[in-house]
């Protein structure tokens, strides 16, 4: 990857595309680990304002995917555009710069930090003014939960509450788009609900969601789009309501 010259400093507001519009297109993505080919050609788009959801089975060149987009591995694209800058020759560290929020698989919280410590350092790149106090207050008011153990350590918290606190130390950098990977995975069905929730109220707000997710029932109520990977290549694509009547989506992906 080049220098970083697109990228926007802190603070600075990215080109926003207006509703519908691309905010993110990825163009002929190839990632391969040795003699792997994980994943093969892959192009999509993901509108402004909208949920857009990779579907498919452990292995099927997801997360490669996420992480390809974030520059955390490496990968060989036509070219990857958000909001008019290339990702592609943006170096890793300043992907969050753009605008782009990420919640990793297996959350990844500080456990030695308290709640507030963590979502603090969601906003390292920013200076701490009223502002940021501002995106602090909305996550408090998103999750209730991180404020009441605010001073607790993460370590201390239960899955569904680390999720939690994963998703508002990634808002707290202020995203255009919110990307998120398995974030269902190890949850009690009551706590996906209610993570489910929050994430559609986000939506609905306007943020942009790309979700990674092997629940389909999750994808399908959180995403407008999807695509559908097999073995690191796009087999279906289309709208979720298109997708959830597909025979072969409620055999494969639904159980039905």
């Keep these: ?13 990215p080109h926003a595309p207006s509703r519908g519009e691309p905010l993110l297109s990825v163009n002929k993505l190839d990632v391969s680990y040795g ?9 999509f788009e993901v509108p402004a304002g909208e949920g857009f959801g990779i579907i498919g089975a452990n292995g099927a060149g997801k997360t490669s995917t996420l992480r390809a987009l974030l520059g955390l591995i490496r990968y060989q694209a036509e070219s990857i555009l958000f909001a008019g800058h290339r990702l592609d020759k943006t170096k890793p560290h300043r992907i969050v710069d753009l605008g782009i929020g990420y919640v990793p698989e297996g959350r990844h919280v500080f456990p030695g930090l308290s ?10 790149r920013h200076r701490w003014d009223d502002t940021v106090r501002e995106r602090l207050e909305r996550v408090y008011m998103l999750f209730p939960v991180l404020r009441d153990f605010e001073k607790r350590l993460a ?7 680390q999720q939690m606190l994963a998703i508002g130390r990634a808002l707290m950098s202020d995203p255009t788009l919110l990307v998120l990977d398995e974030p269902s995975m ?14 559609g109220e986000l939506r609905k707000q306007g ?10 029932h999750v994808t399908f109520t959180l995403a ?7 073995n690191g ?16 989506i409620r055999r494969i992906y639904l159980g039905i």
């Design 186 to 199: 190890g949850l009690a069905p009551v706590v996906v609900q209610e993570i489910s929730a929050q994430l």
């Design 115 to 124: 709640v507030a410590k963590n979502l603090q350092l969601g906003a390292y």
């Design 1 to 13: 990857m080049s220098a970083d010259a697109d990228a926007r400093p802190p603070g600075a507001a």
């Design 207 to 216: 943020l942009s969601l790309l979700l990674v997710e092997q629940n389909a």
């Design 233 to 248: 290549r796009c087999v279906k694509s289309g709208r979720s309501a298109e997708l959830r009547a597909d025979p072969d």
């Design 35 to 43: 003699h792997i080919h994980a994943v093969h050609e892959l192009s």
């Design 155 to 161: 370590g201390a918290l239960s899955g569904g509450q």
């Design 224 to 230: 407008d789009r999807c695509i559908v990977l097999e």
